[in-house]
């Protein structure tokens, strides 16, 4: 094969592998219950593939072939064990389902099950999070180590913890009764927003990874809908994320300029997406129960608006924030209002409110020090502006940002 076929089947081994892991650790690990087991065998499956596609040709059904790999790699691994007389009935069993599924080309789609089990309360609440990422949607432990602000390593040590706590407790791999959804329904919304914020982030309005794991967290959230169509949180995250992916078009300027959303073009937004989110609000807010997740999305409901007014209700918006400080005071969450705040009433008052937050928990965090500069060159503090400029600068990790920051501060 010449070296552009090979890199071709690279390329296409790296989409089939971003696109098919989740699903198929989901239902790999739904019949051995051992989540470790079925990602090392969907590792092993992979490592093969790069080896054999270059030489034999992509095959017709590429996730088949990964299923069947690892189907022969975790009936192995079950014999190295030395538990095979135990494990026969399990081992008949996986051969048989998976060779149905790989014949019929078509196997069920266990994502959710999975979701559920690492929100299960015998794993660690701080964990809950950081493993569906990692099992459900394919993160590596360095890229959610950065996301929680822990080593690589540590967070390795802990999500190997937390696998062989799914493995050595028994947990059922099934969605949980009706009566068992609300107490672990937050921890999976948690994740969902958490995979969506992850790929936004990454995005930088260009990159396919990041473009896949924010359609990843819509696509579970629009399947947790179906499962709880009366939970109004769950219609709050899927109108919140709705509203977000409406602006992706307008996030970047030519070159890759970055575009901040006062700046953003509504022209450029999705219609289609942000009247999809009005619904889900709609229907949410009909519930009679507020969540977080709700009010973020009406916080984006009243930016959307400005696609037809032409204008931002920043009063509305602060209102809203207010309610939401009150229920879910985290970081962003503060620092957000108090930029509403100051659009609202001035940037001494925006300036009041981000004085009010623990200075010890802002020092790495840069939206802070962005909106801090801001309103501190708005009130013609030049030299105190242009220190928070330095820090926001600093913590900046998309060049685009950095850039667009380094204009402002002049």
């Known amino acids: 094969m010449s070296e552009s076929g090979h890199e071709s089947t690279h390329r296409t081994i790296e989409r089939v592998a971003r696109e098919s892991y989740g699903r198929l650790v989901a239902y790999l690990s739904s019949h051995t219950r051992d989540v470790a087991s079925a990602e090392d065998a969907l590792s092993n499956a992979l490592v093969k593939a790069l080896t054999t596609w270059?030489?034999?040709?992509?095959p017709q059904n590429p996730e088949a072939w990964l299923l069947?790999?690892?189907r022969h790699s975790l009936i192995d691994l079950v014999r190295h064990q030395q538990v095979a007389v135990a494990s026969e009935p399990t081992l008949l069993l996986l051969r048989e389902e998976l060779e149905e599924a790989i014949l019929s080309a078509e196997f069920p789609d266990e994502r959710l099950k999975l979701l559920f089990v690492c929100a299960h309360p015998a794993i660690d609440p701080a964990m809950h999070t950081p493993l569906m990422l990692q099992t459900v949607l394919g993160l590596d432990a360095a890229r959610i180590a950065h996301a929680f602000l822990v080593s690589p390593k540590t967070m390795g040590q802990r999500l190997v913890r937390a696998k062989t706590k799914i493995r050595d407790a028994g947990i059922q791999f099934e969605v949980p009764q009706e009566r068992e959804l609300p107490q672990r329904l937050d921890a999976v919304l948690e994740a969902i927003y958490a995979a969506f914020g992850i790929g936004w982030?990454?995005?930088?309005g260009v990159d396919q990874r990041g473009r896949d794991l924010a359609e990843e967290a819509i696509w579970l959230a629009r399947v947790l809908l179906q499962l709880m169509p009366r939970e109004a949180e769950v219609r709050g995250l899927l109108a919140l994320m709705l509203y977000c992916e409406a602006r992706r078009a307008a996030r970047r300027g030519p070159e890759g300029r970055y575009v901040p959303l006062s700046e953003q073009?509504?022209?450029q937004w999705s219609l289609l997406f942000i009247e999809e989110a009005e619904r889900h609000l709609a229907e949410a807010s009909s519930r009679g129960k507020t969540g977080r997740f709700q009010l973020e999305a009406a916080i984006q409901s009243v930016h959307a608006e400005r696609a037809r007014s032409g204008k931002t209700e920043w009063v509305a918006i602060m209102l809203f924030y207010e309610h939401l400080v009150r229920i879910s005071p985290a970081l962003g969450t503060q620092t957000g209002y108090a930029a509403a705040v100051a659009e609202a009433k001035g940037p001494e008052a925006g300036l009041a409110v981000l004085?009010?937050?623990?200075?010890?928990?802002v020092s790495g965090y840069q939206p802070y020090w962005a909106v801090r500069a801001h309103l501190l060159q708005q009130l013609g503090k030049t030299s105190e502006?242009?220190?928070a400029f330095d820090r926001a600068i600093g913590l900046a990790e998309d060049p685009a940002v950095r850039q667009f920051l380094l204009q402002k501060r002049g």
């Open 355 to 361: 004085d009010t937050i623990d200075p010890e928990s």
């Open 385 to 387: 502006a242009a220190d």
């Open 54 to 58: 270059p030489r034999d040709g992509v």
């Open 265 to 267: 073009n509504p022209r």
């Open 201 to 204: 982030d990454d995005m930088a």
């Open 68 to 70: 069947t790999s690892a």
